[in-house]
């Protein structure tokens, strides 16, 4: 698990490079095969999030995107040392604007230098339960870079987007797919 810190603590560190995600969402009146509502929008590189080269799922970055997403204090969540790439801090950040999300997805195709190179593309999170388990709790079985899926988890709550007895609903039957396919019925 990432160790967290101080935004101001990770200011004042030298020597580290830094990397910032974002979770942009919005809502919507959309509904999946007209009849199950969307109520949200949400991505990270795959919320909107994306697939990226070693097949981990993770938040967009800045050059992932290909576009720069204005933030500021307000928006910031968390910072962390990065476990995974040492004098690494990366922050995090969630911004609610439904036109900026639809814009980062159209310039992450156009613009982004590392488009079908280190990222293999960008989807939003599936925030709807099917009855065989599908939907968020199937998206939650796969792999996520780092702490992106406790990040994830957190924002959504943060945000109200879902309630921590759906979260708990999701974790529990990801959890319970993983198993399935490692043939560990327990």
């Known amino acids: ?48 999030m994306q697939m990226r080269f070693d097949g981990l799922l993770g938040f967009p970055g ?40 639809k814009e980062r997805e159209r310039a992450a195709v156009a613009t982004a230098t590392d488009h079908g190179l280190e990222v293999l593309g960008m989807f939003r999170v599936p925030l709807y339960f099917l009855k065989n388990g ?16 406790a990040q994830l988890l957190s924002a959504l709550q943060r945000c109200g987007l879902l309630s921590q007895g759906e979260l708990e609903k999701a974790v529990r039957q990801a959890e319970q797919m993983r198993r399935t396919r490692s043939g560990d019925p327990h």
């Open 1 to 48: 698990m990432a160790e967290q810190i101080t935004r101001e603590d990770a200011l004042t560190r030298e020597g580290y490079r830094h990397a910032c995600h974002i979770m942009l969402y919005g809502d919507s009146s959309a509904k999946l095969f007209g009849k199950i509502p969307i109520k949200h929008i949400v991505l990270i590189t795959v919320i909107q």
């Open 62 to 101: 800045g050059l992932e995107v290909g576009v720069a997403v204005p933030v500021g204090v307000d928006n910031h969540v968390s910072s962390c040392l990065s476990p995974s790439c040492p004098r690494l801090i990366t922050h995090f950040y969630i911004k609610m604007t439904e036109s900026e999300l």
């Open 134 to 149: 599908g939907g968020l709790p199937y998206f939650l079985s796969h792999s996520f870079i780092s702490n992106s899926q």
